[in-house]
């Protein structure tokens, strides 16, 4: 059974950095493809970034280009999301996602965790 487990979320102000990290258990970290997700309220789920199974990056959302980097780290099997210059409008809560199948759509996840709440003061 695979499971994502989300740390780093909080409360930031506007201008400020946090560090998202996501731990995978129960599964052969290495082949999956990995990716955060947001939602805020009031509004649809949006993918923020997308990692290849091997940790290359193939999605930023035009929102946070720039902004935030995804990465992936095989020794600790966690992948990551900093994010640097946060807005408010970054505010939501932010998931983690993971699939074994590199030949699904990008945006197509299988595994996910519970999320975290990312909240940016002004």
């Known amino acids: 059974q695979v499971q994502l487990i989300e740390t780093g979320g909080g409360l930031a102000q506007a201008g400020g950095s946090l560090r998202l990290s996501c731990a995978v258990s129960g599964g052969n970290y290495g082949n999956y493809r990995m990716a955060w997700f947001r939602q805020a309220p009031g509004k649809d789920r949006e993918m923020v970034g997308a990692?290849?199974?091997?940790?290359?990056?193939?999605y930023y959302a035009d929102s946070v280009k720039g902004r935030f980097t995804i990465a992936k780290d095989g020794a600790k099997n966690t992948a990551s999301l900093q994010m640097t210059s946060l807005k408010p409008e970054d505010t939501a809560v932010y998931y983690c996602?993971?699939?074994?199948?590199?030949?699904?759509?990008?945006?197509?996840?299988?595994?996910w965790g519970r999320g975290t709440q990312v909240t940016v003061s002004t």
């Open positions: 996602a993971a699939d074994i199948n590199v030949h699904r759509d990008i945006s197509d996840y299988d595994y």
């Open positions: 990692l290849s199974w091997t940790g290359e990056a193939q």
